[in-house]
């Protein structure tokens, strides 16, 4: 069979195609339908459309590795976490819970469960005891990443795509076998890669690009391995997550099941929780010159007299908050931000203060975070550094540093060691009696997480300080008062009773009252 061969773009192979008697112009018409030959033996290999077809009901139980380079104690050693996760999955009524049992560097509380069912969707912290409704229109591409990361809904829903919808991108050799390669718009418009096993034609990897602010130009990989037979099936029953080498999760299945009868039950909301308000959207004035920017990341920034200092930038919020600032103070420099510790989230907004010149004030163990930060390039979507590079300004922290005029006072203290970091710096305006902080405490919804051997180090470290204050801004969350860190503490106490992530099969019931 005569074959015509052009190098995939996309991953740099070379792709070699069945001419089939079409014309060089028809090489998209080829490499359709080379896409569609792949998925067909795919399906067949996984155990057949008919059987793909034929399924009611989902159910996995798993255990969760998840390590991470950037969210550990310090930066010698990763953080490594444990837990579980467990899915019901009704495929004919179209609903979904998904539970995830984790705890978190500092002891930290972090189970969180999804319910999507018809037009309405739910998302349940437990640290925090609320709940809060997903938006109508993510609806769609909540229900294709859960397809693609558990990969059977994702090959039940393969033939819902259009005929335009795949193409074959080539072949390549990983792990030294050779691997048909497809490229896949999903359901929501996604872009996917999906790569099979030449030889077993099973799924092996998807994956998905992904453009971070601290990483550039990265690929989120989905891999899929340990297959083994589940009734008519054969599935994995391992997948790892990853993105650049940063954060790995490790999924190994326990318990697969397959047209398991699921009551109706199951995917009820539970009782007794606090319904989420409506986040904060609009800058907020908290004093004079004092302003907070809310967001997944919140900062605050203060005017003073000669120029701006600004706490916290974490991830995506770099230049909304430079353009908040703007708006108040456009004549003045940001001469100051602060990272409040080494947490990758927590530096990914400081991209555009340092192309401006703006001096990054940290601790210590930031410091080589940061200069890497700056050394990141991306050619898919350039920023102002990328444009424009330049070294960061870093001034380190190591016990107490004062910002200070005739009018503004910000205290900054560095109040590692502490269960969830080594170093970590918190802010404090004595007039104001505000106190700012990154991860010591939570205020997911207006209501305080559980909290962990953290939170109860930080509420210690504040006694010794002799920091009172009234109101408290946490980096993730709504703002909170003193009696919301009491209330923090009580419910860490009940979490206290409850086994470790690992070990937990429910999730961990915060209620401080009982």
């Known amino acids: 069979m005569s074959h015509s061969c052009v190098r995939g773009f996309a991953i740099g192979v070379l792709m070699c195609l069945p001419a089939r008697g079409f014309p060089q112009s028809s090489i998209t018409l080829a490499s359709a339908l080379e896409g569609r030959r792949v998925i067909e033996q795919m399906v067949a290999a996984v155990g057949g459309r ?24 310090n930066t010698r050693a990763p953080g490594v976490t444990q837990g579980r996760r467990t899915v019901w999955y009704d495929v004919a009524g179209q609903r979904i819970n998904e ?149 790995e999760w490790e999924y190994r299945v326990e318990r697969f099941e397959i047209d398991t009868p699921i009551a109706d039950t199951t995917f009820a909301v539970p009782g007794g929780l606090t319904q989420a308000a409506a986040p904060a959207t609009n800058v907020q004035k908290l004093a004079p010159d004092v302003y907070l920017v809310p967001g997944g990341y919140q900062s605050v920034f203060v005017v003073f007299d000669e120029y701006v200092v600004v706490l916290e930038a974490g991830a995506g919020q770099g230049r909304n908050i430079i353009a908040r600032i703007r708006e108040v103070a456009s004549g003045k420099p940001i001469r100051y931000v602060v990272a409040t510790h080494f947490h990758d989230d927590h530096l990914a907004g400081l991209r555009p203060f ?73 802010g404090y305006l004595p007039a104001e009696r505000i106190l700012f902080e990154g991860d010591l405490l939570d205020m997911a919804s207006g209501e305080p997480a559980a909290g962990g051997d953290d939170t109860a180090d930080f509420a210690r470290k504040l006694r010794a300080l002799g920091l009172a204050f009234d109101r408290l801004i946490p980096v993730h969350g709504e703002m909170g008062t003193a009696a919301d860190l009491e209330k923090s503490l009580r419910r860490g106490l009940a979490r206290a009773k409850c086994p470790l992530g690992a070990e937990r099969r429910t999730p961990c019931w915060v209620d401080e009252r009982k």
């Open 50 to 73: 008919d059987a793909l077809r034929s399924i009611r009901t989902i159910v996995t139980d798993e255990s969760i590795r998840r390590t991470s380079t950037g969210q550990g104690l």
């Open 354 to 426: 340092i192309a401006e010149g703006t001096a990054i004030v940290t601790t210590a163990d930031a410091k080589g975070r940061i200069e890497a930060l700056a050394r990141t390039r991306s050619r898919l979507a350039p920023d102002t550094l990328d444009r424009s590079p330049r070294a960061p300004v870093i001034e380190v922290v190591e016990k107490q540093r004062t910002f200070k005029d005739a009018r503004h006072e910000v205290q900054l203290h560095q109040v590692g060691p502490n269960a969830h970091v080594d170093q970590i710096l918190i």
């Open 99 to 247: 539970l995830r049992i984790l705890d978190i560097t500092g002891n930290q509380l972090w189970d969180v469960q999804r319910f999507i069912g018809g037009n309405a969707g739910t998302v349940v912290s437990w640290s925090s005891m609320t709940k809060d409704s997903m938006p109508v229109a993510s609806l769609p591409s909540q229900r294709a990443a859960f397809a693609r990361r558990n990969l059977l809904p994702f090959l039940m829903s393969l033939e819902r795509r259009p005929p335009d919808a795949v193409r074959s991108l080539g072949t390549t050799m990983i792990g030294g076998k050779a691997q048909d390669v497809v490229g896949i718009t999903d359901v929501d418009g996604a872009q996917l890669t999906l790569v099979v096993d030449r030889q077993t034609h099973l799924p092996t990897r998807i994956e998905q690009l992904a453009i971070s602010a601290a990483m550039g130009d990265t690929v989120d990989v989905l891999t899929f391995s340990d297959y083994r037979k589940v009734g008519r099936l054969f599935l994995p029953h391992r997948r790892d997550e990853s993105r650049s080498n940063e954060t």
